[in-house]
């Protein structure tokens, strides 16, 4: 049974980096019957920001990965933090240290121009003098002098650090706040996790936590460092690539289960499967196989499982998504009719939402590209006689094949191409040229509107503009 954890801190929004190392963490943690839990790592007051929180929260219930306890805010632990400060000075594993700042600039100084890493050199280590004045002490960890830091990596394998590499840190600074990788042990050890997730930008903070794991006599979890996800070139996800925040996917009209789709392939795979629903992710993921190099960021293939999502989603769950975007299809007497048409098209309910809208609503202008290509001086003759063909028929049209059956036998009577009538159709219609079938639109607008948008567009003289 596996316990894991999130633990964003609030600076920012959440980005899809996080999310997908959310998504692995919740998966294990649901597979083995464990818990997922929601930590925020608030510590840094000059840093948070409330709406990040909210953000934060409101991303995690947009899809749907609910934390199985309360959510932990780290600046509400500020009393067990300091027991643990205590108890590491009382038993000697801690120290304060007087180092002033000169003092700390001229080592490194000294340090790089010996071409040294700058590293505390533990010259208050063992100190029993007497304190300088004026110097507000932290407090450091004492970290080992000889040895190695060693560690198994469910996904980098064996990991071995030598004890060179990681100083007396800082624990509690000056003030009295403790550091990052104190209370994430502390925060991890006392929750009770058992499998930590992460990304690989987390693995050089690894042996300073195994140092406090091991001074306080926490049991140690099993580490798992996440590559991280790249541009299309093999850079840094930047926002322009997709690293924004989760809620403006939610905001460019994707549903969540694509998101989570698209992000649990971006580093796991099972053969060449695609598409996973929930449970099937939740059959089938291990992180042991989460790939060792870093994942390439593709806007194609999540448009693509979007639209597949799109496709495969109720007519009542997506007319109430559609709400979001302010377009209620809700009781209209054509809404099944309307979304099972423009869903087949729709790549996102930004699309879907335009879509329906450009034939719901009346237009208020005409494509002129279309206009000059369609209009003839023919057309409105041609099309005053389809209103008549649609006027005698009226009480019959209903569905597509309605329209149908009284347009070819009026199409081959008066020997046309079917474009010759379908386009300057279409632009009365929905003012454009791309619509979908001339048979589908007047069934969902029905006879009497589609009439009435005919007149109009005869009327306006197709809104050309005399040159």
């Not at 692995?24 to 839990?37: I, M």
């Not at 009382?90 to 700390?104: T, V």
């Not at 930004?350 to 000059?372: D, F, H, M, R």
């Not at 010759?420 to 509107?449: K, M, N």
Request: proline share 4%.
């Amino acid at each position: 049974m596996a316990i894991t954890r999130f633990a964003p801190s609030p600076t920012g929004y959440l980005h899809i980096g996080g999310l997908r190392t959310a998504l692995y963490s919740y998966l294990w943690a649901k597979k083995t019957t464990g818990e997922f839990k929601l930590r925020i790592e608030d510590t840094d007051e000059a840093r948070n920001s409330e709406d990040a929180v909210k953000a934060i929260i409101e991303a995690f219930d947009w899809v749907g990965m609910d934390s199985d306890c309360e959510v932990e805010y780290q600046s509400k632990r500020k009393d067990i933090y300091k027991k643990y400060i205590d108890q590491l000075l009382a038993e000697g594993k801690a120290y304060k240290c007087y180092m002033s700042r000169d003092e700390l600039d001229t080592l490194r100084a000294t340090q790089e121009a010996n071409k040294e890493t700058p590293r505390y050199d533990g010259r208050y280590r063992d100190f029993d003098g007497t304190p300088p004045e004026g110097i507000d002490p932290v407090i450091r960890i004492k970290a080992p002098l000889s040895g190695k830091l060693e560690f198994e990596d469910g996904v980098k394998g064996f990991m071995s650090f030598n004890y060179d590499q990681v100083d007396d840190f800082v624990i509690a600074r000056s003030n009295g706040n403790p550091t990052y990788n104190f209370v994430v042990a502390i925060d991890d050890a006392l929750m009770g996790m058992t499998d930590v997730l992460r990304g690989d930008d987390h693995l050089s903070n690894t042996p300073k936590q195994l140092v406090v794991y091991n001074a306080l006599g926490f049991e140690i979890p099993k580490f798992y460092h996440i590559p991280m996800i790249n541009n299309p070139s093999g850079k840094k996800l930047s926002k322009r690539d997709g690293a924004m925040d989760v809620m403006e996917y939610k905001r460019l009209g994707y549903l969540p289960e694509a998101l989570l789709n698209f992000l649990v392939r971006l580093g796991w795979s099972n053969g060449d499967q695609e598409i996973f629903s929930i449970d099937e992710m939740l059959s089938l993921f291990n992180p042991n196989n989460i790939n060792k190099s870093a994942s390439a960021y593709n806007e194609e293939k999540l448009l693509w499982l979007n639209a597949h999502y799109i496709k495969n989603a109720s007519n009542e769950r997506l007319a109430n998504e559609l709400e979001f975007f302010n377009c209620k299809i809700n009781g209209h007497d054509k809404k099944e009719m309307v979304l099972d048409l423009c869903k087949e098209r729709a790549n996102t309910l930004v699309e879907l939402q335009s879509s329906i809208k450009n034939i719901l609503a009346v237009p208020t202008s005409y494509e002129q590209k279309g206009v000059k290509k369609f209009i003839k001086d023919t057309t409105v003759e041609m099309l005053n006689d389809y209103i008549h063909i649609l006027e005698e028929n009226s009480s019959t049209l209903h569905l597509p094949v309605d329209y149908e059956a009284i347009t070819k036998p009026f199409i081959q009577d008066n020997g046309l191409k079917f474009p010759q009538l379908f386009q300057p159709i279409r632009i009365s219609l929905t003012g454009g040229t791309q619509a979908p079938s001339v048979y589908d639109v007047t069934a969902i607008l029905g006879a009497e509107e589609s009439i009435s948008r005919i007149k109009k567009a005869i009327e306006l003289n197709f809104g050309k503009v005399e040159n």
